[in-house]
């Protein structure tokens, strides 16, 4: 049971680059989410999927989207990359009360 | 703007001592309250979920809930050098939507 994974762990683009970030989960969970974390500021959330077939934004869509390829698989894609997007990405799931279990995380870095 | 606060520390205690991390928050309809922990370098941890006002206890850790405040804590007992971490306060108004803290820093002095 390897809860949730995340690939690459780390990736470095140049400007204007395009990449997609993986995330699959095998708990069964309804719900997968990806947030990004800036040092100083907390987790923000990018966009969730309440359920397989859907997808809504977050915090802070804007540069990126999102596909639910399955109940066990949520990516995440930047078609553009930008400075402003080095971040850590993390990708989560939930099933019960909200309570979220987090990947390992991708360390991006876009020049 | 939905906000929760945390006091970035350091917060700095002795170990075996008691670590007091606070949070407060800015919507009165949140419901579901959690702490999770982060190693340097690694993703947050769930330890702790409380959604009514009281303690709720599990092992060393309590949290703590005060709606009318619109505050929560947690409290480690016994600290050790292995709890030193950041520790994310975050909050959930009942849709998918979960506010998280930037985070208090905790180190614990052995």
């Known amino acids: 049971n390897a809860g949730v994974t995340q690939t690459p762990k780390f990736q470095v683009l140049k400007t204007g680059q395009s990449m997609t970030l993986q995330c699959a989960q095998d708990m069964n969970h309804n719900s997968m989410y990806w947030y990004r974390q800036d040092p100083g500021m907390g987790l923000r959330l990018i966009y969730y999927s309440a359920s397989e077939g859907t997808t809504d934004k977050g915090e802070v869509p804007n540069g990126y989207n999102v596909s639910r390829l399955n109940k066990r698989e949520f990516s995440l894609r930047l078609e553009s990359a930008a400075p402003s997007q080095t971040s850590v990405y993390f990708c989560?799931?939930?099933?019960?009360?909200?309570?979220?279990?987090f990947g390992p995380g991708t360390r991006l870095t876009v020049t | 703007q939905k906000e929760v606060e945390q006091n970035s520390g350091p917060l700095s205690v002795p170990e075996g001592a008691i670590a007091s991390l606070n949070c407060t928050y800015s919507d009165r309809g949140s419901q579901s309250f959690f702490w999770y922990r982060q190693y340097s370098g690694k993703s947050p941890e769930l330890i702790m979920f409380i959604y009514s006002n009281g303690d709720k206890e599990d092992g060393r850790f309590t949290a703590q809930l005060n709606k009318a405040s619109q505050y929560v804590s947690l409290l480690i007992r016994d600290s050790q050098p292995s709890d030193s971490a950041t520790y994310l306060c975050a909050v959930n108004t009942g849709g998918f939507k979960t506010i998280f803290g930037a985070g208090t820093r905790l180190f614990v002095k052995a």
């Open positions: 989560a799931s939930s099933e019960v009360k909200w309570e979220q279990y």
